[in-house]
């Protein structure tokens, strides 16, 4: 499919149906799917690419025995950003619609033939955009699929409704699985007690997207703001060794006049700090708020 086949209607109805989990199956034909794959696929992609690169800083690597389970596959987009990230190796991909796992295992087998089919053997599970789906039902499912993985990586949208249900989610699991990411400690977490903030990052937009025409049609047609790719996610494994760290930078710094506000999640809590701008802009913070991030957890 080409960009000038974009169906626009058509992905506005379907974005609107992501939001009610009565729907079922939306992915009502293989137009669809190629439709979203080439526009919201895209995005998640830059959403994952963030994900994985930042575990792969951390020194983060899969054991070589897991398969991928991508369960609520959609297009298959975080299977085909974690092979790019880490290789191809065994995965299974489960959506409620057929036609969405086929469409996927076609995107993956063309991507990375070398990878392959398999149903049984310890799992890393991938979950992308699934909370707004779940009913009772399919969440309990869920959860029985997450509790019998070796480690999960899970990304969703970055609002405080989505971090808010992911550390739920965290503390329900913290004393089956290391937290390997996003927090820097092992302990409950403080964000209840701080209602002024919320654990989200913001995703690397690639800088072509800014200069490229059918982005702008995108942004317009969609009312998207391309500049802003909030995320919040987690990732677990069971028996991790997880370094600590001093803190991690939530959201964007904040500009101010000859200084940057920051929120820190540490232990101890989530703080509140300036630092001047001189001291930003040797850190990398002035040029690149993502890259400051990653640099404070590598210092």
Same mark, same amino acid.
């Given at each position: 499919?080409?960009?000038?086949?974009?169906?626009?209607?058509?992905? #506005? =109805?379907? *974005?609107?149906? $992501?939001?009610?989990?009565?729907?079922?199956? %939306?992915?009502? /034909?293989?137009?669809?799917?190629?439709?979203?794959?080439?526009?919201?696929?895209?995005?998640?992609?830059?959403?994952?690419?963030?994900?994985?690169?930042?575990?792969?800083?951390?020194?983060?690597?899969?054991?070589?025995?897991?398969?991928?389970?991508?369960?609520?596959?959609?297009?298959? #987009? =975080?299977? *085909?950003?974690? $092979?790019?990230?880490?290789?191809?190796?065994? %995965?299974?991909? /489960?959506?409620?619609?057929?036609?969405?796992?086929?469409?996927?295992?076609?995107?993956?087998?063309?991507?990375?033939?070398?990878?392959?089919?398999?149903?049984?053997?310890?799992?890393?599970?991938?979950?992308?955009?699934?909370?707004?789906?779940?009913?009772?039902?399919?969440?309990?499912?869920?959860?029985?699929?997450?509790?019998?993985?070796?480690?999960?990586?899970?990304?969703?949208?970055?609002?405080?409704?989505?971090?808010?249900?992911?550390?739920?989610?965290?503390?329900?699991?913290?004393?089956?699985?290391?937290?390997?990411?996003?927090?820097?400690?092992?302990?409950?977490?403080?964000?209840?007690?701080?209602?002024?903030?919320?654990?989200?990052?913001?995703?690397?937009?690639?800088?072509?997207?800014?200069?490229?025409?059918?982005?702008?049609?995108?942004?317009?047609?969609?009312?998207?703001?391309?500049?802003?790719?909030?995320?919040?996610?987690?990732?677990?494994?069971?028996?991790?060794?997880?370094?600590?760290?001093?803190?991690?930078?939530?959201?964007?710094?904040?500009?101010?006049?000859?200084?940057?506000?920051?929120?820190l999640c540490r232990e101890g809590g989530i703080e509140m700090v300036q630092i001047r701008s001189k001291d930003a802009r040797q850190q990398g913070?002035?040029?690149?708020?993502?890259?400051?991030?990653?640099?404070?957890?590598?210092?």
């Amino acid at each position: 499919m080409q960009w000038s086949e974009i169906d626009w209607p058509a992905l #506005r =109805a379907l *974005r609107e149906r $992501f939001l009610d989990p009565s729907v079922g199956d %939306y992915w009502t /034909s293989l137009s669809l799917l190629e439709n979203y794959d080439l526009t919201f696929g895209e995005r998640i992609a830059w959403k994952w690419d963030s994900v994985l690169n930042e575990l792969k800083l951390r020194g983060w690597k899969p054991e070589p025995d897991w398969r991928v389970v991508d369960w609520g596959c959609g297009t298959g #987009r =975080a299977t *085909r950003s974690y $092979f790019a990230a880490f290789g191809p190796t065994r %995965y299974k991909l /489960s959506d409620l619609s057929t036609r969405a796992v086929s469409f996927a295992e076609s995107k993956v087998r063309d991507e990375f033939p070398q990878a392959k089919l398999a149903e049984s053997g310890p799992y890393l599970l991938l979950l992308s955009h699934v909370l707004n789906e779940q009913s009772g039902e399919s969440e309990a499912e869920l959860l029985k699929t997450i509790e019998s993985a070796e480690a999960i990586v899970w990304v969703e949208p970055g609002t405080r409704e989505h971090s808010d249900r992911l550390i739920a989610l965290r503390e329900r699991l913290r004393d089956k699985f290391s937290i390997v990411a996003p927090c820097p400690h092992q302990g409950a977490c403080a964000m209840p007690n701080a209602p002024k903030a919320w654990c989200h990052n913001f995703a690397t937009v690639p800088k072509h997207v800014f200069h490229d025409s059918r982005w702008g049609t995108f942004s317009k047609e969609l009312a998207i703001d391309l500049r802003s790719l909030p995320l919040s996610f987690l990732v677990l494994q069971r028996n991790a060794k997880v370094a600590p760290l001093p803190n991690r930078i939530l959201g964007r710094p904040k500009r101010m006049k000859g200084s940057y506000k920051l929120v820190l999640c540490r232990e101890g809590g989530i703080e509140m700090v300036q630092i001047r701008s001189k001291d930003a802009r040797q850190q990398g913070l002035a040029k690149n708020p993502e890259f400051f991030k990653v640099l404070n957890l590598r210092n």
